[in-house]
């Protein structure tokens, strides 16, 4: 069964704080993506990555950045935290097998900027 | 880029009815058109998918369709239950080259007992 681990179920941040969000996937994905979730909105891709040290943007990079060192791993960094980055943020990751897509999401983390 | 739009935002029902929520898509080039439930409090899961060479799949209560010339898929959800009260999202994308899905913006699904 894919497991997608994210570290923190709640964080509350103050303005202007560097934020780390960490995700870990057990299943040797080669594909993980970062997005967030807010009411009205769906789900928004922030960025996402198919390989080790490989990055791409998604469709509102602005104010974030990532890192991928480790294949398991795929982190979120929001280097200094606005009030509007309060949000549900949601790490997924696929495999490239089987030429399909899906997405197998962790739990999330409930982000709070004040 | 492509683009998902997601109708309606809400729906309810009474229990036992069906519901239906449906989704365009802008890219005619996109294949593979996967349906997530999120319930509430929990992270968003696969329930159905559909690739752009079939036309109707069904797994029990749940049935996706698409129009390939219309360029929209549609999720139908027949006698329906208090458990099936969560969030639906659909979602496009061209399988096997591009790695994202582009999802839509969700619909809130509440089944009345």
């Known amino acids: 069964d894919v497991k997608v681990t994210q570290s923190s179920r709640y964080l509350v941040k103050r303005t202007g704080e560097k934020v780390f969000l960490e995700c870990v996937q057990d299943?040797?994905?080669?594909?993980m993506f970062w997005y967030r979730q807010d009411p009205g909105l769906g789900l928004r891709l922030i960025y996402f990555s198919y390989d080790v040290k490989m990055k791409e943007k998604g469709d509102i990079p602005e104010g974030y950045s990532v890192s991928r060192e480790k294949k398991e791993r795929f982190s979120l960094i929001l280097e200094s935290a606005s009030t509007n980055q309060t949000s549900m943020y949601l790490c997924?990751?696929?495999?490239?097998?089987?030429?399909?897509?899906?997405?197998?999401f962790g739990a999330g983390t409930r982000l709070s900027v004040l | 880029g492509e683009n998902v739009e997601q109708h309606p935002s809400t729906l309810s029902v009474q229990e036992g009815d069906s519901a239906v929520i449906k989704c365009t898509y802008s890219d005619s080039a996109s294949n593979y058109f996967p349906w997530y439930k999120q319930e509430l409090g929990k992270r968003p899961q696969l329930i159905i998918d559909?690739?752009?060479?079939?036309g109707e799949k069904k797994d029990q209560r749940i049935a996706v369709t698409l129009n390939k010339t219309a360029k929209h898929f549609s999720l139908h959800i027949t006698e329906t239950q208090p458990e099936d009260s969560a969030v639906y999202f659909c979602?496009?994308?061209?399988?096997?080259?591009?790695?994202?899905?582009?999802f839509g913006s969700g619909t809130q699904l509440t089944v009345l007992p």
């Open positions: 299943m040797d994905h080669e594909n």
């Open positions: 979602a496009a994308t061209l399988s096997g080259s591009a790695r994202q899905l582009t």
């Open positions: 997924a990751s696929s495999s490239v097998e089987l030429a399909k897509n899906i997405q197998y």
């Open positions: 559909i690739r752009s060479n079939v």
